[in-house]
Nanobody, 130 residues
Framework: QVQVVESGGGLVQAGGSLRLSCTAS????????LGWFRQAPGKEREGVTC????????YYADSVKGRFTISRDDAKKTLDLQMNSLKPEDTAMYYC???????????????????????WGQGTQVTVSS
């Protein structure tokens, strides 16, 4: 059984930093595309960033480019999201997800598609105060 668990959310002032972590068990971690999505109150869930199996390809939403960094440690089966220069508009529930199928797709030019991710964590809340 696949289990995805996020940690690291919290309350931070604008301009601050947070690091989210995610562990995924029950799948061949190395070979799956992984991603971070977020959903703010009253808005649809959006794909923030993703990283392909092996880390050869990444995507960042324009709104987080230059501020967020996704990384994976396949030996530890962990996925991290380093978030710097946080803004109030980054406030959302953040979800870690693994691709629905072995491999998956993460293109630098295209927002990850929610339907392509079949394994989701419960989410971790990030709140940025102004």
């Amino acid at each position: 059984q696949v289990q995805v668990v996020e940690s690291g959310g919290g309350l931070v002032q604008a301009g601050g930093s947070l690091r989210l972590s995610c562990t995924a068990s029950g799948l061949s971690f190395t070979s799956y595309t992984l991603g971070w999505f977020r959903q703010a109150p009253g808005k649809e869930r959006e794909g923030v960033t993703c990283i392909s199996g092996g880390g050869t390809s990444t995507y960042y939403a324009d709104s987080v480019k230059g501020r967020f960094t996704i990384s994976r440690d396949d030996a530890k089966k962990t996925l991290d999201l380093q978030m710097n220069s946080l803004k109030p508009e980054d406030t959302a529930m953040y979800y870690c997800a693994a691709s629905r199928f072995y491999g998956g797709v993460c293109s630098p030019e295209a927002e990850p598609i929610e339907a392509d991710f079949g394994y989701w964590g419960q989410g971790t809340q990030v709140t940025v105060s102004s």
